[in-house]
């Protein structure tokens, strides 16, 4: 299994089963993204962190046993506070997870792409990111912020580079609103991004 940091850029599709997460890897995708929105909408209900982390884990273990490419793992709010983290990134690895997203939303979160959301504060988070890479073996930390909509680019920003000092290996930033905010963004760090393309919602 390749690491995910490997590559300059790698195309990630969105999978929700077993079947989809299959069909990606059949197409020669490097890598395949268990999205938390996919999931949730593939069992009849909203993107506001209903599922539970048995559902999750019991999603990510049915994948790994049926595909050889790395699986990034979005784990919500990490389902509760720093305790919590520590297991679900735990559970996550040993499922087969070779990346979890946590992000920096309040809890019960909301799609990131939906008004209304807050974020916890910075020290809060930065907690969760610590518990998440004491539990982690080789698993990637992606810390995902979305402080844009919140607080504005250069608190996200800030928080960015507050996560990777605090373990994070990547940041995603999201919800950015158009190709100048991403490149801003970009020009900005030196660590890896990850940028969420999607249907619908406040990114083109």
Known sequence: MSNLLDN????VPGVYNPFSAMLAERKGFKAVYLSGGGL???MGLPDLGVITLTELTNMVRSIHEITDIPIIVDADTGFGETLSVYRTVKLLEEAGASAIQIEDQVSPKR???????EVISRDNMVEKIRAANAARKNALIIARTDARAVTGMEDALSRAKTYIKEGADIIFPEA???????KYF???TDFPLLANMTEFGKTP
């Open 8 to 11: 300059k850029f790698l195309s």
């Open 176 to 182: 950015l609103t158009d190709r100048d905010e991403f």
């Open 186 to 188: 970009a020009d900005n």
């Open 111 to 117: 799609c990131g792409h939906l008004n209304g959301k």
């Open 40 to 42: 949730t909408a593939s």
